[in-house]
């Protein structure tokens, strides 16, 4: 499954972002017609957060995260739409499933600028402490 998380902090062409909402107008169609192909429900979700859409991104993670849900991708890729949406505490607890599920790309996760805010609040440390008891060394 693409990782779209961090993918909406850059700032496309004008021709970039009309591509990319020809593809979503594509894939949204796709997608009433079948809405639990978890490939093309994952591609949206990518070009929604491509295109810096992350209400709409959300939306599409929690359906993956009812088709999917034992894929530690999907619920990081949900903490950081509901991090890039002010949802800290909802956040917190789908990165935590996330976790608990086998996510394990400490790296990204330290870097990753849709979690910044997350990475700044006090919930967060709860994780840290989480990651360290793992033995893994947080950036």
């Not at 850059?10 to 997608?31: C, H, M």
């Not at 978890?38 to 599409?60: C, F, I, W």
């Not at 999917?68 to 002010?86: S, T």
């Not at 499933?97 to 967060?124: C, E």
Request: hydrophobic share 35%; with cysteine; proline share 6%.
């Amino acid at each position: 499954m693409p990782e779209h998380s961090g993918t909406n902090n850059k700032r496309l062409t004008r021709k970039q972002a009309r591509d990319l909402d020809v593809q979503i107008s594509f894939l949204e169609g796709l997608v009433r017609r079948d809405p639990e192909c978890v490939e093309t429900l994952q591609m949206l979700g990518d070009h929604y957060a491509q295109r810096g859409k992350p209400d709409h991104s959300l939306k599409v993670d929690q359906q993956l995260a009812r088709l999917e849900p034992h894929n530690p991708l999907v619920f990081y890729n949900l903490a950081c739409d509901h991090a890039l949406n002010g949802e800290v505490d909802r956040a917190v607890e789908a990165l935590e499933k996330a976790l608990a599920l086998g996510y394990r790309d400490f790296t990204w996760l330290a870097k990753d600028p849709d979690l910044l805010q997350l990475r700044q609040h006090p919930l967060y440390r709860n994780i840290e402490t989480r990651i360290r008891k793992m033995k893994v060394k947080i950036p």
